[in-house]
């Protein structure tokens, strides 16, 4: 039999979201690239100030959410193709996602810390 259609629809979804959340941050990058030019005597008082404001922190929590979508997306398709052994399989999402959510509310916790 062939791949049902709901495997194909996912994997096709998470294709996508994948690229899209590229396109985000690659966006975010540029922003951050513009304000460095912009700002040649960069000090910290303007860095901060930048990162102080609601919707910098926002922008910025979003980009870090899609960084570690994509990155799951990323490691979830590498354990499946080389861990073939279900119990290691298993341990490896686990650690994987342990290790994203740690590093997401990490973030979060450096980000509204100010």
Request: hydrophobic share 70%.
């Given at each position: 039999m062939g791949m049902s259609i709901n495997k194909g629809y996912a994997g096709y979804r998470?294709?996508?979201l994948q690229r899209?959340?590229?396109?985000?941050?690659?966006?975010?990058v540029c922003f951050l690239f513009a304000f460095f030019v912009g700002h040649a005597h960069l000090t910290y008082d303007r860095w901060?100030?930048?990162f102080s404001s609601v919707w910098?922190?926002?922008?910025?929590?979003?980009?870090?959410?899609?960084?570690l979508i994509h990155t799951w997306i990323g490691l979830w398709t590498i354990g499946t193709d080389y861990?073939?052994?279900?119990?290691?399989?298993?341990?490896?999402?686990?650690?994987?996602?342990i290790a994203l959510l740690g590093f997401f509310f990490w973030a979060?916790?450096?980000?509204?810390s100010f």
């Open positions: 998470d294709w996508k899209l959340s590229a396109i985000v941050m690659i966006a975010y901060a100030a930048l910098m922190q926002v922008s910025t929590m979003v980009v870090i959410l899609l960084l861990i073939k052994n279900l119990f290691l399989h298993t341990v490896y999402n686990a650690c994987v996602f979060a916790h450096i980000l509204w």
